[in-house]
């Protein structure tokens, strides 16, 4: 289990378009990535769902957690907090 928190930094928050993006993203892994909104305190949610990712309701200044289990999860999370951190191109 590897793990890094980050800060949504998008105006707009986690809406649609980064949303997409960033589900995209995690499918190119193998390993089992969650997402948990660390100011409210909320229980990991799938990060390969967009569904999830959108319901976690993840706003500017959020701060998020990133975690993944399986074989490539170090270079999951690192490449989706740079994702996070670089607003997804916005």
């Known amino acids: ?3 890094r928190q980050t800060k949504i930094i ?3 928050g986690l809406h649609a378009r980064p949303a997409s993006t ?5 499918k190119q892994f193998k390993s089992d990535i969650t997402i948990r909104n660390v100011d409210a305190g ?10 999830m990712l959108l319901a976690a309701g993840l706003s500017c ?5 990133i975690a993944a289990n ?3 999860e170090k ?3 690192d490449h989706l907090v740079a994702q996070v951190e670089g607003g997804f191109g916005e």
Do not use: R
């Open 1 to 3: 289990m590897y793990a």
């Open 10 to 12: 998008n105006k707009t």
């Open 22 to 26: 960033f589900v995209m993203a995690t």
């Open 42 to 51: 909320s229980d990991p949610a799938n990060a390969k769902s967009i569904i």
């Open 61 to 65: 200044g959020t701060t998020i957690e």
């Open 70 to 72: 399986g074989p490539d």
């Open 75 to 77: 270079e999951a999370v």
